[in-house]
T-cell receptor, first 116, second 113 residues
Framework: NAGVTQTPKFRILKIGQSMTLQCTQD?????MYWYRQDPGMGLKLIYY???????DKGEVPNGYNVSRSTTEDFPLRLELAAPSQTSVYFC???????????????FGPGTRLTVL | AQSVSQHNHHVILSEAASLELGCNYS??????LFWYVQYPGQHLQLLLK??????LVKGIKGFEAEFIKSKFSFNLRKPSVQWSDTAEYFC???????????FGTGTQLKVEL
């Protein structure tokens, strides 16, 4: 299994541009998540999804959108990029209900985004 | 809303020294507790987790953590660190059986030879 994969690894955007960060998992996990990581701030939850067609806001959703049309994919969309969105973005997935893996989240390698 | 505090932001140790990283959470109900590690240039990996039962949890690479409910703490320990333990360590919690992780701000550990 490849686990959780993210593309691109790096991206530089100009203010006002838009882009989609891709996230795919091949573990048949129901739950998927998007976090942003800023220095000294830990990880903050942006959006999450409990299954195809269902998404909900996390702690810092402003400026982002998500969709979940399949179990495998959970893209994150930035519509009007702002310097405050410069960050490292991590996607994760989990499978609730499994006695051993309950609540454990598996993380992708991250996307480093710079907005200038 | 729950929160997680990691009081040590930067820790520098010599190889073979003992390690203890503090983690406190604020939530009065049922919690699941985690320690994740992020090695330089890599993604987060799970070190260990506590759901229930024995409050002393053993994880990978010789790490362990103790859940002390009365102190709302879940400190990470290792008796003898190695240079390869240089990484950032994050404590995290989910509450009430949910799946949303709340992370602490992380502790940057540097182990010197």
């Amino acid at each position: 299994n490849a686990g959780v994969t993210q593309t691109p690894k790096f991206r530089i955007l100009k203010i006002g541009q838009s882009m989609t960060l891709q996230c795919t998992q091949d573990m048949n996990h129901n739950y998927m998540y998007w976090y942003r990581q800023d220095p000294g701030m830990g990880l903050k939850l942006i959006y999450y999804s409990v299954g195809a067609g269902i998404t909900d806001k996390g702690e810092v959703p402003n400026g982002y959108n998500v969709s979940r049309s399949t179990t495998e994919d959970f893209p994150l969309r930035l519509e009007l990029a702002a310097p405050s969105q410069t960050s490292v973005y991590f996607c994760a997935s989990s499978y609730p209900g499994n006695g051993l893996a309950y609540n454990e989240q598996f993380f992708g390698p991250g996307t480093r985004l710079t907005v200038l | 809303a729950q929160s997680v505090s990691q009081h040590n932001h930067h820790v520098i140790l010599s190889e073979a020294a003992s390690l203890e990283l503090g983690c406190n959470y604020s939530y009065g109900g049922t919690v699941n507790l985690f320690w994740y590690v992020q090695y330089p240039g890599q993604h987060l990996q799970l070190l260990l987790k506590y759901f229930s039962g024995d409050p002393l949890v053993k994880g990978i690479k010789g790490f362990e953590a103790e859940f002390i409910k009365s102190k709302f703490s879940f400190n990470l320990r290792k008796p003898s660190v190695q240079w390869s333990d240089t990484a950032e360590y994050f404590c995290a919690v989910t509450t009430g059986g949910g799946n949303k992780l709340t992370f602490g701000t992380g502790t940057q550990l540097k182990v010197e030879l």
